[in-house]
Structure formats: C-alpha cells, structure tokens
C-alpha cells in the first residue's frame, strides 16, 4: 500500500514563502513522477506542477516562476517549493503519484495567503 503524507502548510502573509513536503512511502519511488495539486474553497481541485522520475519539472501557468517542485530519492520526498505567494495560492495541497492501475493521495496540507 503506498501513502503520501503532505507537511509544510501555514498561515503565511502574500509575497512570502512556504515549502511543502510530501514523504511516499513505496519502493518504486525512483521510478515515480509525483504530481502537486491544489483545491481552493468552492473551486475544483486542480494542478499545479509535477515532477518526472528523471527530474524533469512541469508547471501550471498560473504558478510558473513562483513555485519549484523538486524531489530527493534517498528520502522518497518530494517538495514544492512556494514563492511569492498570492492570496489566490490559498487552498488545501496534495500531493499524488500514480501506478499503472490507480493513484494515491495525501491527507493534504492546508496553505493560507493572508493579502
């Protein structure tokens, strides 16, 4: 069973910074894109970056040149890394990996953008 476990979120004030974290526990991770998603009060859960296994990084236009997704293998952790944040940043974060027959999900953590 793989779990995903998100931690990093807050209360942070706009133009600051948060990083998030997400622990993966599965032995395949180094063969794992790990995907960030956000889901904001009334609005659909959408996305915002990923991360290939070999390292490549992918991003939402709406978080492009703000937000950094990386990943450590020797720690099965993904991150997101959050600059400049927007009161329209505000939402609850997850992070999710999927296998060739379903994905999985984290708890997800809460990042608030106070303007």
């Known amino acids: 069973q793989v779990q995903l476990v998100e931690s990093g979120g807050g209360l942070v004030q706009a133009g600051g910074s948060l990083r998030l974290s997400c622990v993966v526990s599965?032995?395949?991770?180094?063969?794992?894109?790990v995907n960030w998603y956000r889901q904001a009060p009334g609005k659909r859960r959408e996305w915002v970056g990923s991360?290939?296994?070999?390292?490549?990084?992918y991003y939402a236009e709406s978080v492009k040149g703000r937000f950094t997704v990386s990943r450590d293998n020797a720690k099965k952790t993904a991150f997101l890394q959050m600059n400049s944040l927007k009161s329209e940043d505000t939402g609850v974060y997850y992070c999710?990996?999927?296998?060739?027959?379903?994905?999985?999900w984290g708890q997800g953590t809460q990042v608030t953008v106070s303007s």
């Open positions: 999710n990996v999927r296998s060739p027959i379903r994905e999985y």
């Open positions: 599965t032995s395949t991770f180094n063969n794992s894109g």
């Open positions: 991360i290939s296994s070999s390292s490549t990084a």
